[in-house]
């Protein structure tokens, strides 16, 4: 008996917009270092990240990282992971 199991390994290549790049500049470096690693698992495995929802009225994702936001989009087509913005939770999504 032969079984096959077939996992679909996607990794996205992430992309940083300014103002994400400056808020990551800007904030604790451990704090940073956490949000760039959450960031590398939703990348590693899209379908599986935890503490992940789709936004409402408009395009894209929020990942959760503690007391943070980061607001990201995936582009299948080219297989990148945009991160938008990156901020406190009360007022990311402004």
């Given at each position: ?17 300014a ?10 470096r451990?704090?940073a ?55 406190p ?6």
């Amino acid at each position: 008996m032969i079984i096959s199991i077939c996992y679909n390994e996607v990794m996205l290549t992430i992309r940083y917009t300014a103002d994400a790049i400056k808020v990551l500049r800007r904030i604790p470096r451990n704090t940073a270092d956490l949000i760039r690693q959450k960031v590398q698992e939703v990348a590693n495995d899209p379908a599986g990240a935890r503490n992940v929802k789709k936004l409402r009225g408009r395009e894209g994702f929020r990942l959760r990282v503690g007391d943070w936001r980061v607001v990201y989009e995936i582009e299948a087509d080219v297989l990148i992971l945009i991160v938008i913005d990156i901020g406190p939770r009360g007022g990311i999504y402004d």
